[in-house]
């Protein structure tokens, strides 16, 4: 894993957080993307304090724009992009007779069409070299 670059969205808490520390860890260089950028910078400066290489990004996923300037910055920044990590998410419970519609709204745009326009971007916007080893954990692999 060594020299691999890895975005990681939803990396503000959870497992994003916990994926984070881990392949830093490990000799990954880490991009941290999410919404709470206090939360980001915290845990950034954790992985500094133990050596590791690591960014943080403010996106929010729905908004596609966001997510092409984030894996253009990633791209800029370290010369390549090696793995994406598709863990931003909500998951929100309750019984389907409270009919929370609203809720229904946000998780199918951030649980379905943010990894949707996240292959987008990465489909269009990375160059050839950099696509080739792209592996999107939570949809499966693309090139
Ligand atoms: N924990 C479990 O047992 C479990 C089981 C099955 C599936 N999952 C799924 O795994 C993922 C992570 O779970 P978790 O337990 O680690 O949840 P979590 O602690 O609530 O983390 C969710 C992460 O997603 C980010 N996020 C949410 N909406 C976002 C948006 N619009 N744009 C950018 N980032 C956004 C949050 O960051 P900000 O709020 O800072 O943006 C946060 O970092 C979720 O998709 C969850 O549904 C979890």
């Known amino acids: 894993m060594n020299s691999k670059v890895a975005i990681i969205t939803g990396a503000s808490s959870g497992i994003g957080e916990a994926t984070a520390k881990l392949l830093a860890a490990r000799g990954v260089t880490v991009a941290l993307a999410a919404r709470r950028l206090d939360q980001l910078k915290r845990i950034a400066d954790v992985i500094k304090a133990a050596g590791g290489q690591v960014s943080v990004h403010q996106v929010d996923v729905i908004q596609q724009g ?78």
């Open 66 to 143: 966001q997510v092409e300037q984030l894996v253009a910055d990633v791209v800029k920044q370290r010369g390549r992009l090696d793995v994406m990590i598709n863990n931003a998410g909500l998951m929100a419970i309750a019984p389907l007779s409270l009919r929370k519609t609203e809720e229904w709204d946000r998780m199918i745009d951030i649980n379905i069409k943010g990894p949707s326009l996240r292959r987008r971007s990465g489909t269009t916007r990375l160059p050839e070299p950099a696509i080739r080893p792209l592996c999107e954990y939570r949809f499966g692999c693309w090139h």
